[in-house]
């Protein structure tokens, strides 16, 4: 078997696994790419680009060897408004600005931040996503009257994209439980596009949505006006469309990197998605991001290294050259049957099942994360939404921690020994357990189990020790953390705090 290195990725690549999981991926990224394109209202060639110039830009230039990425969902759902509202033109403007925002992010190290997303936000974001999916699909089953006018369709008509969506579905189900060797939705495809053309079904098919025919990708500068009011319209769309290629991707990188026991590196990504997103503007993609189900195809198939990639690219782009005239006669429900499955796949079922078992805040989180992916479909403000309430939970749980046990000793010294952190949640519970005017002359304050967190706190220990002065009373504080001793030193220009001086844990002395 010849294996070798390439692209400096020094595990040996076994070619063969290389060459079927790519064609596998390839396979799998078409059916997706066009039903995406069709939703959005474009041309399906606009999908297949972008699948195209996403997997082979990401799989040269990516930060994770095995990953995929392609004309995704989760971008183009968010665009959709845009290109309702101005047209094809601003949506290539959109993805261009938008992987310019994904190179900053890579190029000033931002990536880590995807870590401070919760699990709850990310049940609600991938659950919101699937029911926008699903509910696209039945979108589907309207046709263009005459008048220009969409209407459902009626009687036969009807009954034959039903059936034959209920079909789809059901082969897409059951092949995968006898082999994942051959991808399950291309195989629903070919059986409904053999039914369909052996009986002579009349059926909704691509060709009655748009031609597939195509060229290789050709350079196109947008053609909207250069101004300031275009990139108010723009921008919103863009950043949204950044953020959530970015929130995927970097999730997807840290399945993978799970999974195959290797790094990946989420900067490098950040900025290979961003040159990817920057080349599909130019050259009428729709853009997109990591795919994490073709990933999970390619990784199942075999695939470790960038190959499978760059064969699933190149596949893609021979299809579209040569491949036109036997995708324009697939049949839509084909299609509607495996995007039905894939947002069935993407509903994150086990958070359902663990709804009553977690906390009431990460349900709520959980269903409010997705009711605004789903209203809004603005998955970028439902994961920010997500995330900000989950950080208050955290804070409102963390400042009922805190706690003082009071004591005097044999001096009449009155000791407060504080458990739980002292931040800006936990700042008026922690003064309300002093009494100034009642304690003895001296008090100490012991932070053996506690910590000062942000300048709330300072400023709670700079009130408590005016409060203590004005009884011409002393506070003291013991046992601080070395960050704590050096956050109160950089700010002892706007306080007033003296510290004990503790040879054991050389707190800095008494000022």
Not at 389 to 412: P, T
């Given at each position: 078997m010849a294996s070798l290195s390439i692209f400096n990725i020094s595990q040996k690549i076994n070619l063969k696994n290389e060459l079927l999981a790519g064609l596998t991926v390839a396979m799998t990224m078409i059916p997706e790419s066009l039903s995406f394109a069709i939703l959005a209202g474009l041309s399906p060639l606009t999908g297949l680009y972008a699948a195209f110039m996403m997997g082979l830009v990401t799989a040269v230039l990516g930060g994770r060897p095995g990953m995929v990425s392609g004309g995704a969902g989760a971008t183009i759902v968010v665009l959709i408004a845009l290109i309702k509202s101005h047209g094809v033109e601003y949506l290539f403007s959109a993805i261009i600005l938008g992987g310019l925002l994904q190179i900053c992010v890579g190029v000033f190290k931002l990536g880590k931040f995807v870590r401070l997303i919760p699990q709850p936000v990310m049940y609600g974001f991938l659950n919101g996503l699937a029911v926008i999916i699903f509910m696209a699909q039945v979108e589907q089953f309207k046709i263009i009257d005459a008048n220009g006018n969409a209407e459902w369709m009626q009687g036969l008509q009807f009954y034959i994209m039903a059936g034959l969506t209920i079909l789809t579905v059901a082969v897409v189900y059951f092949f995968t439980k006898i082999t994942k060797i051959v991808p399950a939705s291309l195989v629903a495809i070919l059986v409904i596009f053999g039914l369909?053309?052996?009986?002579?079904?009349?059926?909704?098919?691509?060709?009655?949505?748009?031609?597939?025919?195509?060229?290789?990708?050709?350079?196109?500068?947008?053609?909207?006006?250069?101004?300031?009011?275009?990139?108010?319209?723009?921008?919103?769309?863009?950043?949204?469309?950044?953020?959530?290629?970015?929130?995927?991707?970097?999730?997807?990188?840290?399945?993978?990197?799970?999974?195959?026991?290797?790094?990946?590196?989420?900067?490098?990504?950040?900025?290979?998605?961003?040159?990817?997103?920057?080349?599909?503007?130019?050259?009428?993609?729709?853009?997109?991001?990591?795919?994490?189900?073709?990933?999970?195809?390619?990784?199942?198939?075999?695939?470790?290294?960038?190959?499978?990639?760059?064969?699933?690219?190149?596949?893609?782009?021979?299809?579209?050259?040569?491949?036109?005239?036997?995708?324009?006669?697939?049949?839509?429900?084909?299609?509607?049957?495996?995007?039905?499955?894939?947002?069935?796949?993407?509903?994150?079922?086990?958070?359902?099942?663990?709804?009553?078992?977690?906390?009431?805040?990460?349900?709520?989180?959980?269903?409010?994360?997705?009711?605004?992916?789903?209203?809004?479909?603005?998955?970028?403000?439902?994961?920010?939404?997500?995330?900000?309430?989950?950080?208050?939970?955290?804070?409102?749980?963390?400042?009922?921690?805190?706690?003082?046990?009071?004591?005097?000793?044999?001096?009449?010294?009155?000791?407060?020994?504080?458990?739980?952190?002292?931040?800006?949640?936990?700042?008026?519970?922690?003064?309300?357990?002093?009494?100034?005017?009642?304690?003895?002359?001296?008090?100490?304050?012991?932070?053996?189990?506690?910590?000062?967190?942000?300048?709330?706190?300072?400023?709670?220990?700079?009130?408590?020790?005016?409060?203590?002065?004005?009884?011409?009373?002393?506070l003291q504080l013991k046992h601080l953390s070395e960050d704590c001793r050096r956050m109160l030193k950089n700010a002892e220009a706007v306080i007033e705090v003296n510290i004990q001086d503790d040879p054991t844990y050389k707190v800095m002395p008494e000022k």
């Open positions: 369909v053309s052996g009986l002579g079904i009349k059926t909704k098919t691509v060709a009655d949505i748009a031609s597939v025919s195509g060229s290789l990708p050709s350079f196109h500068i947008p053609s909207v006006p250069f101004s300031l009011e275009t990139l108010q319209i723009v921008f919103p769309y863009a950043l949204v469309m950044a953020g959530v290629g970015l929130i995927e991707s970097l999730l997807t990188l840290s399945m993978v990197d799970e999974i195959t026991n290797t790094k990946g590196n989420a900067n490098k990504e950040s900025v290979a998605q961003g040159l990817a997103n920057i080349t599909n503007g130019f050259f009428g993609g729709m853009g997109g991001c990591a795919m994490v189900a073709q990933t999970l195809v390619n990784l199942n198939a075999g695939s470790r290294a960038r190959i499978s990639g760059i064969i699933a690219s190149v596949t893609i782009l021979i299809i579209i050259l040569v491949g036109a005239p036997f995708i324009e006669k697939i049949p839509m429900a084909a299609l509607v049957g495996v995007m039905m499955m894939v947002a069935i796949s993407t509903f994150q079922w086990v958070s359902v099942r663990v709804a009553n078992k977690m906390p009431k805040s990460d349900v709520f989180v959980g269903i409010t994360v997705a009711l605004i992916t789903i209203v809004l479909h603005n998955l970028a403000l439902a994961v920010l939404v997500g995330v900000i309430i989950s950080a208050l939970v955290f804070a409102w749980d963390n400042a009922k921690r805190i706690r003082a046990k009071k004591s005097v000793d044999e001096n009449g010294v009155k000791h407060y020994e504080i458990y739980g952190p002292l931040f800006f949640g936990s700042v008026t519970a922690f003064v309300e357990k002093f009494d100034p005017e009642n304690d003895p002359e001296n008090v100490v304050v012991d932070f053996k189990e506690s910590r000062i967190v942000d300048m709330s706190a300072i400023d709670a220990l700079n009130k408590l020790s005016k409060k203590y002065a004005q009884q011409n009373k002393k």
